[in-house]
């Protein structure tokens, strides 16, 4: 039997932290190493490298966008779940080299699966994420 997923969650909110890594548990999609920022995630994965980095990213700064290149350069493919869903955002984290982008607005069953989905090397963008090309 395989081991679950090592996820390697990044928001700067500990209850969100906390939630989505119960929420991914319960799916049964992974096991999660929470950091806070750029440089505990940076940390964590020179430790012990994840299969995947489950990234929250705030448009306000370009630390996170430098973050997705970063990790993607030590092979780590990149998972943004971000309340943001503008185009434009979208467009800038997969040029950044994320495999896929999923809101925070989307049900906790379509965050596993879109964690699996990009853990079996397909890109997405969720529906709600996709509005914004409208």
């Known amino acids: 039997m395989r081991a679950p997923p090592r996820i390697l969650l ?9 939630g989505l890594a119960i929420v991914l548990a319960e799916e049964g999609a992974g096991n999660c190493i929470q ?3 750029r440089e505990e995630a940076i940390a964590a994965a020179s430790r012990e490298p994840p299969d995947l980095a489950l990234l929250d990213l705030s448009p306000a700064t370009d630390e996170g966008f430098a973050l997705i290149s970063e990790l ?25 080299g994320a ?8 049900a ?9 989905d990009v853990l079996d090397g397909w890109m997405l963008i969720s529906p709600k994420a996709a509005e914004g090309f409208r």
Request: glycine content about 10%; overall charge positive; aromatic content about 4%.
């Open 10 to 18: 990044v928001d700067d909110h500990a209850a969100v932290r906390q």
């Open 72 to 96: 993607c350069t030590r092979g780590i493919p990149v998972l943004v779940c971000s309340l943001y869903g503008d185009a434009g955002i979208v467009r800038r984290a997969l040029a950044a």
């Open 35 to 37: 950091a806070a920022g």
């Open 108 to 116: 906790p069953r379509e965050l596993a699966r879109a964690v699996r």
């Open 99 to 106: 495999r896929g982008y999923i809101t925070k607005r989307e």
